[in-house]
């Protein structure tokens, strides 16, 4: 149990994560996380990643079984992912990942060496990074909180990465000023998110163009296609951009993001992501893949004074 000095809050420990939070996800109440994540640390020691995150999904009910494979195949691969996103992080410096879920960029990133650390909201989640880690022999600090109220000092980073993040918030624009908070002056912010106007599938659910309807309308037809609820608020790349120029972010940049080619693993779609890697670096097409593209990129600088 920890105990803050400064407001006398108390903190437990879950499943070995000291648990910060002050406030629950979209999809589970503290105790029923809390509950996932200690029955979920229980099988830690004695499989690996891949086989952990199996068990999960076998203990979650409310995930079908098109959800689950998509999900699935997103943890299997996310050590590929996490390679294409560190080969933009700064060499120096502390680092911090938020939302970092099941660790696939805190191992490439480690692999590098670099000095990074997750955070995330879900301790479920930090329990299956914390065996993807120990299966390459690699200790990273993690820490359970919330992405708008970190439990860090200002400045406290040279820079911070988010990898399909904000769509997941309640309130993106609170996250953003509580980032560039936490990273120095002149320090660098990094984030990946699917693309609200993209012309392809929606990863979480496999929907064409959902992003373009109205949210409560998206909402329903989720509902009405997937039977399942649709809490996501997907950003457009213009509006990602619009929202990190008004949190305390400067020289913000937004286009598309780099996609490997071993992201896609059957014929059709690998050629696909070959286009893709082609046209990028034409400067038309470019501002169209950030238009409309699978996958935006932002970049940007905290301000020197907030």
């Not at 995330?120 to 022999?137: E, F, K, Q």
């Amino acid at each position: 149990m920890l105990i803050c000095n400064g407001c006398g809050r108390h903190f437990p420990e879950v499943a070995g994560f000291a648990d910060l939070r002050l406030a629950p996800d979209r999809y589970l109440d503290l105790e029923r996380e809390r509950a996932k994540a200690l029955a979920l640390s229980q099988y830690e020691k004695i499989t690996n990643v891949h086989s952990l995150a199996r068990i999960y999904y076998g203990m979650t009910d409310d995930v079908d079984q098109g959800r689950r494979d998509r999900y699935l195949t997103h943890i299997d691969g996310a050590e590929h992912r996490g390679e294409a996103l560190a080969t933009l992080l700064p060499r120096r410096g502390r680092i911090l990942e938020v939302g970092c879920g099941a660790g696939g960029l805190l191992v490439a990133a480690k692999r590098r060496g670099l000095r990074i650390e997750g955070t995330d909201i879900a301790s479920r989640w930090l329990v299956v990074a914390r065996r993807r880690l120990a299966d390459v022999g690699m200790d990273v600090r993690l820490t359970v909180a919330n992405a708008e109220r970190l439990p860090w000092p200002d400045g406290a980073f040279d820079a911070l990465v988010a990898d399909s993040v904000l769509e997941h918030l309640d309130d993106p624009a609170a996250a953003l000023r509580e980032w560039a908070r936490v990273v120095r002056p002149k320090g660098r912010l990094l984030v990946w998110s699917p693309n609200r106007h993209s012309l392809l599938a929606d990863p979480h659910v496999g929907l064409w163009a959902l992003g373009w309807l109205p949210h409560p309308w998206a909402s329903r037809y989720v509902r009405w296609r997937r039977r399942c609820d649709w809490p996501l608020r997907l950003l457009s790349a213009s509006e990602a951009g619009r929202l990190a120029s008004r949190t305390g972010w400067g020289r913000v940049e937004v286009g598309p993001a780099v996609i490997p080619e071993h992201w896609a693993s059957r014929g059709t779609g690998r050629a696909g992501v070959r286009f893709y890697r082609r046209v990028q670096s034409l400067p038309i097409a470019r501002q169209m893949l950030g238009r409309f593209g699978p996958l935006w990129q932002l970049d940007a600088l905290s301000e020197a004074s907030r």
